[in-house]
């Protein structure tokens, strides 16, 4: 049986190993490429882009996600990392405009871009009005996913605006309509594990101005 | 995540090369299925060439009455596209019956005709798998096979394509366009793209090294009734267990592709002269080579079932 002392030891030791197993691999990797005579060994790369606002320059390991930049490099943790795979929503940002998941594209690819997170949309005591509904309708429990929900949320009142279609849309020849159908299935990239669900669609549909 | 260089290819002419030179070298176009391989090392490219700055992002009529769909249209513009809404309404349903908002926003055409298979042993690295490391085994024959194909399948591998999209594209006879690493071009017609596994699961298109999809073109609107319904586990956000997309003409006859049962949307030209007798003659075509698992069986009746559903939708 073992003891807490005991545990504690094999988890450093676990962690020093994999250390030693990312170092190792990094050099085969470069071993690799430089076989090859590969003439670009890049691991990193420049990359500008403008975050909730403000310009930002950062020199990044190539397999930075959007989502690892915000997180770990520009210490904004509102995004959060759930699934890291593109099944939850929960990494959801706003790129010029548009919803992505941020976990599932890097960084590097985002030169000149314009990248608004949940600490974007608004503060506290300047609340975006989504931001507003959730806390007034109790749009979520843990809190976990919130930010993902709000930024998803933004952007599915804009993309029915701009008359891009759904899956429940009827007709694909008139423009789909605010209904509570529409924001079901349009918000359905973003998991909620407590189930608020029902609340969140109550705080999408007041800011959308339209009756539940 | 194995560690990678990175660039942002200039021309396709460049990009096409660049991959060519490195065996080790692919494409980053949407990256939501690539990247989600290479945080599981499934893909291991020991170099990235970033694509999106190679525009090829415009929907435009050819001379000849048909659509030019560029290769990194993103899955969203190409739904929403006024003009494939109303003469390929089969092509916009089948996308936005795919993934989720978020994804179809950064999804291209190009990186949806060549996302990788989602059977759930290929996505284990702890299972043996040909398509993942050939030669290996196929775990899902005799393993857990709900999700897996029916049809087009081999003793070596048992997986389907998963696109939404190629099927609509399949039906609607589209022809992909791509540059090869000496800048010679090709038209493939979808038909031809995805090969079946045979002993060779790991071989998934007739692409070679190098070669970059370019477009896609449409012939000119076929006109019909426009259908895509995808029977899934779950009304939405699920990949399909059948999928029909079809265009039905007022005589009865039309073009049937169906997705979730092979490793390439599955249609048999033979089939369609054979749908004015209903629903049942036209799967027992479509379904003769059939070999389902005592786990997928169902999907032979789902695949009669919905295609029903879609003829009686079309008869209106
Ligand atoms: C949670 C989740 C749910 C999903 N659900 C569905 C669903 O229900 N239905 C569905 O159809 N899909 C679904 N998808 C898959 C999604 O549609 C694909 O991930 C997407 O279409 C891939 O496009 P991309 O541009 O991001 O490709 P990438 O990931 O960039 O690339 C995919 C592959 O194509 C290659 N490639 C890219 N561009 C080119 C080119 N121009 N020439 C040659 N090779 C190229 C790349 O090298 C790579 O091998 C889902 C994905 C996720 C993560
Ligand atoms: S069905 Fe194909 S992809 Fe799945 S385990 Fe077998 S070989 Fe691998």
């Not at chain 2, 109303?86 to 060549?114: E, I, P």
Request: hydrophobic content about 40%; overall charge neutral; proline content about 5%.
């Amino acid at each position: 049986m073992p003891t807490p002392f005991n545990l504690e030891l094999s988890r450093r030791e676990l962690l020093v190993s994999s250390a030693a197993t990312v170092a190792l691999a990094g050099a085969a990797g470069g071993a690799r490429a430089a076989d090859r005579g590969e003439e670009s060994l890049n691991r990193s790369t420049e990359v500008s882009f403008e975050v909730n606002g403000e310009a930002k320059r950062l020199d990044l390991d190539n397999r930075t996600t959007l989502l690892d930049a915000l997180r770990e490099h520009l210490h904004l943790t509102g995004t959060k990392k759930g699934c890291d795979h593109g099944q939850c929503g929960a990494c959801t940002v706003l790129v010029d405009g548009r919803r992505i998941n941020s976990c599932l594209t890097l960084a590097v690819m985002h030169e000149g871009d314009k990248i608004t997170t949940i600490e974007g949309l608004g503060q506290p005591g300047s609340l975006h009005p989504m931001q507003a509904a959730f806390v007034k309708y109790d749009g979520f429990q843990c809190g976990y996913c919130t930010p993902g929900q709000i930024c998803s949320s933004v952007a599915v009142l804009e993309e029915i605006r701009a008359d891009i279609p759904s899956h429940v849309t009827q007709d694909l020849n008139t423009p789909a309509a605010i209904t509570s159908a529409e924001i079901r299935e349009r918000m359905s990239g973003n998991i909620c594990r407590c189930g608020a669900y029902s609340n969140i669609l109550d705080a999408i549909t007041e800011v959308a101005g339209v009756p539940a | 995540m194995r560690a990678f260089s990175y660039e942002r290819a200039t021309s396709v002419e460049a990009a096409a090369k660049a991959a060519a030179r490195n065996p080790e070298a692919k494409f980053i176009a949407g990256g939501t299925n690539i990247l989600d391989l290479m945080k599981l090392e499934i893909e291991q490219p020991s170099h990235l060439i970033d694509v999106n700055g190679l525009g090829l992002d415009t929907i435009e009529k050819t001379s000849d009455g048909g659509l030019r769909i560029g290769a990194f249209v993103r899955n969203t513009d190409l739904a929403a596209n006024e003009t494939v809404r109303r003469d390929y309404a089969l092509l916009s349903r089948a996308l936005v019956a795919g993934a989720s908002g978020q994804l179809r926003n950064k999804a291209t055409t190009a990186g949806n005709l060549l996302q990788r298979t989602r059977c759930p042993y290929f996505y284990d690295p702890n299972q043996p798998c040909n398509k993942r490391q050939p030669g290996s085994g196929c775990s899902a024959i005799g393993g857990f096979t709900r999700q897996l194909g029916v049809v087009g399948v081999s003793d070596a591998c048992i997986a389907t394509h998963p696109s939404d999209m190629a099927v609509a594209m399949r039906a609607l006879d589209a022809v992909v366009e791509t540059t090869g690493a000496t800048g010679e071009k090709r038209a493939i017609p979808i038909a031809d793209l995805h090969r079946l596994p045979g002993d060779t699961p790991h071989i998934e298109t007739v692409l070679e090294r190098g070669e970059l999809i370019t477009g896609v073109v449409l012939p000119k609107p076929a006109g019909g009734k426009h259908i895509y319904r995808k029977v899934r586990d779950r009304a939405s956000y699920a990949f399909a267990l059948v999928s029909v997309g079809a265009v039905v003409h007022p005589d009865g006859t039309g073009s049937i592709a169906i997705g979730g049962i092979a490793p390439k949307p599955w249609r048999i030209e033979a089939a369609e002269s054979e749908l004015p007798k209903g629903a049942r003659t036209a799967s027992a075509i479509l379904l003769a080579d059939a070999r389902p698992t005592e786990h997928n069986r169902f999907k032979v009746d789902l695949v009669e079932r919905t295609l029903g559903a879609v003829l009686a939708e079309a008869r209106g």
